[in-house]
């Protein structure tokens, strides 16, 4: 597979572009996942002609529209913003996906402060306008802002996200029932982990499926991102190595299935992590091979390096 693109704000990577000449750079995505992904910066502010420093922008409620402006000079940079989103098409089509800069009014993801000039009050309850746009032209992208990927479960979550979805741009494009069965047969216990429901309803839609036209693929990828958008729970995670466990019956002696067994009961109460029954499986996986186990994406979802697992 070709490097995998991801997009960032640029200011997270050091560059000093924020409003004040300063930087936000995120140790995780400078340090660790450049490793594995190429990140491609963007700074939509700087994209649309503004200088650094710069006079701050907010977002403001105007009746049922929410607008960009610059409240030194009255300047109302929105349609900018969106139509920058626009412009960088060539890059967004190619990314895996998107970084952000919290709390900022072109590229925070939630919370952002909506002012309302009437008022005079504001609330934590906008998103950025370059991210609106960004959602709108692709709704199954993988997006995350930098503050939330210091939550460690949140931040497993986003890596696992962009992986799946590069693997998925790798297909899309010799897409066929065939090869959408075998995308999908990769995905199963990574599905059942993180949404049951989901799980049985992407099972019934693939097999339904006929002739894969763009809606049923988009339509396809968007429901996968939705499942696995919510981080797996210790029930579900322990519900799927149960599962996984349940190949092994034949082979495994009573002392090897009471191992694994204990280990992963003591994940289940919060004893271990969740790498240590995982760990034990793969021991087992290379003893005792089995296709369907080896090409599940719940075992190995990204380079092991990244150490996403440790805290689960």
């Known amino acids: 597979m070709a490097a995998i693109k991801v997009g960032i704000s640029a200011c997270l990577l050091g560059d000093l572009v924020r409003y004040d000449g300063g ?148 297909v899309i494009a010799k897409l066929d029932k065939a090869a959408l069965v075998n995308f999908h047969t990769d995905l199963k216990l990574l599905l059942l982990a993180h949404d049951q429901a989901l799980y049985r309803t992407l099972g019934r839609f693939v097999a339904d499926c006929q002739i894969i036209t763009d809606d049923i693929a988009n339509a396809y990828i968007e429901q996968v991102m939705t499942a696995l958008s919510k981080p797996a729970s210790r029930a579900n995670h322990t519900n799927v190595l149960q599962h996984i466990q349940g190949y092994f019956k034949s082979q495994l002696s009573a002392d090897q299935k009471q191992e694994l067994s204990d280990l992963i009961l003591a994940y289940r109460h919060g004893e271990q992590p969740l790498l240590a029954p995982l760990t034990l499986i793969r021991h087992y996986l290379r003893e005792y091979p089995n296709d369907y186990l080896a090409r599940q994406r719940y075992i190995d979802p990204y380079p092991n390096d990244l150490k996403l697992r440790y805290a689960l």
């Open 23 to 170: 930087h936000k750079k995120s140790a995780f995505c400078a340090d660790e996942l450049s490793r594995h992904v190429e990140f491609i910066k963007l700074c939509p502010e700087v994209g649309i002609g503004l200088p650094v420093p710069r006079p701050t922008i907010r977002l403001e409620q105007h009746g049922e529209e929410v607008r960009a402006v610059i409240p030194k000079t009255g300047a109302d940079v929105t349609t900018a913003l969106r139509e920058f989103a626009d412009r960088a098409q060539p890059h967004l089509r190619q990314l895996s996906g998107y970084v952000l800069c919290a709390k900022s009014p072109s590229c925070g993801m939630e919370r952002v402060k909506l002012y309302n000039p009437e008022t005079g009050y504001s609330r934590k309850e906008g998103e950025g306008i370059f991210v609106r746009r960004l959602r709108e032209l692709h709704p199954a992208l993988p997006i995350e802002e930098d503050g939330r990927l210091n939550d460690a479960h949140l931040r497993e979550n986003f890596v696992l996200r962009v992986f799946v979805y590069a693997a998925w741009q790798h």
